[in-house]
Every structure is written in structure tokens, then in C-alpha cells.
């Protein structure tokens, strides 16, 4: 069996601040299962007890956009203007957008 094959799997570890209404991304760990993936994200990234909620993903599951399409996936939305929060006022109860 090689080296790279008895390396635990890669997790990446999102937290839920007290305050926050989103999870961020805090970093990543190894881990056997997702039990002991939270466990350890628990243990490594909310040691202040900062968090209200962990979340961990293993990291060969995500799937995200090649940087080099960013033209295609992204530069289009500014000919789009009603995609833009620019025609409308917010409420002042809604405060965190």
C-alpha cells in the first residue's frame, strides 16, 4: 500500500460564529469519518467556544469553477442591472445584508 493511500481524507471545516448568519471557512483537516472530522473541527477551530455550528465537507466532494472561466461565469452579470440591489431601499430592520 503506498503512503498517499493511507492518508486520511482531506475535510474543509466551515463555522457558524455566534454573531454570524453564514458559515465560514476556518481551514481544512484530516480526518477518518466525518464523526471525527467534526469532533476535531470542534476541537481545533472552535476552542473559545465562538461557534453556534461546524459544518466539514470532505474536500475531494466539492466541486468549483476553473478560475479561468471567470469571464464566462462572471463578467456577464454587469450587464445585468436589475441583478443589482440599486433599485429598491432596504427596510432599516434588515440589517444584515
Not at 472552535?46 to 479561468?68: K, L, M, Y
Request: charged letters at 30%; aromatic letters at 10%; hydrophobic letters at 35%.
Amino acid at each position: 500500500m503506498s503512503e498517499a493511500s493511507q492518508e486520511w481524507p482531506l475535510w474543509e471545516v466551515f463555522v457558524r460564529s455566534k454573531s454570524g448568519l453564514d458559515h465560514k471557512h476556518c481551514g481544512s483537516l484530516h480526518a477518518v469519518d466525518p464523526k471525527m472530522a467534526i469532533q476535531m473541527a470542534r476541537d481545533v477551530y472552535t476552542r473559545r467556544q465562538e461557534g453556534t455550528s461546524v459544518w466539514v465537507v470532505r474536500s475531494d466532494h466539492i466541486v468549483a469553477s476553473d478560475p479561468g472561466d471567470k469571464a464566462m461565469n462572471f463578467d456577464p452579470m454587469e450587464d445585468k442591472v436589475y441583478r443589482h440591489p440599486t433599485f429598491y431601499k432596504l427596510p432599516d430592520s434588515v440589517d444584515h445584508m
